[in-house]
């Protein structure tokens, strides 16, 4: 059974940082593409970041810069670093696993990100 549980999410300053969390059982992380997806009210989810099982990551071209996505193996976690976060990433944060050799995803439950002054 996959679990996914983010933490890390509040209200953070614009031009501050934070760091999500995403602790993983049941699935390894360094075995699969993991990421980060958003969804902020009336908008569809969209991917923020991904790592693949090569280490390999990509980024929506809105974060690009100012987010990190990386993973620690022996913890089987993954992190989204936001440094300078803005008010429009404003949004849930959902962690996302694909498994590999499928389109088989997993989801978290999400965690809150409110960037406002």
């Known amino acids: 059974q996959v679990r996914l549980v983010e933490s890390g999410g509040g209200l953070v300053q614009p031009g501050g940082s934070l760091r999500l969390s995403c602790a993983a059982s049941?699935?390894?992380?360094?075995?699969?593409?993991m990421g980060w997806y958003r969804q902020a009210p009336g908008k569809q989810r969209e991917l923020v970041a991904a790592?693949?099982?090569?280490?390999?990551?990509n980024y929506t071209d809105s974060v690009k810069g100012r987010f990190t996505i990386s993973r620690d193996n022996a913890k089987n976690t993954v992190y989204l670093q936001m440094n300078s976060p803005q008010p429009e990433d404003t949004a849930v944060y959902y962690c996302?696993?694909?498994?590999?050799?499928?389109?088989?995803?997993?989801w978290g439950q999400g965690t809150q990100v409110t960037v406002s002054s």
């Open positions: 790592i693949t099982s090569t280490g390999s990551t």
């Open positions: 996302a696993a694909k498994l590999r050799f499928t389109s088989i995803f997993y």
């Open positions: 049941g699935i390894i992380v360094s075995s699969n593409t």
